[in-house]
């Protein structure tokens, strides 16, 4: 997958911001450019990993279902 991000050096923290406005402007931050980048993959890969079962598991009415986009 490849998608775009947006680097940005932040003069009052000092430090390097990295923000993907395609997947809901996920962010992240370093004290570099390859940090920032790292860091925002790390994040990524967060926001796209499943949701585990049993969070998702209980005894409540709610019904889960997949949606293929």
């Given at each position: 997958m490849i998608i775009r991000?947006?680097?940005e050096?932040?003069?009052?923290?000092?430090?390097?911001s990295a923000t993907c406005p395609e997947l809901n402007f996920v962010s992240s931050f370093?004290?570099?450019?390859?940090?920032a980048i790292a860091n925002l993959k790390d994040a990524i890969q967060l926001l796209l990993k499943p949701i585990p079962d049993e969070f998702l598991e209980g005894n409540s009415s709610k019904e889960v279902?997949?949606?293929a986009l």
């Open positions: 991000a947006v680097i050096w932040d003069e009052e923290s000092q430090t390097y370093g004290d570099t450019k390859d940090d279902i997949e949606l």
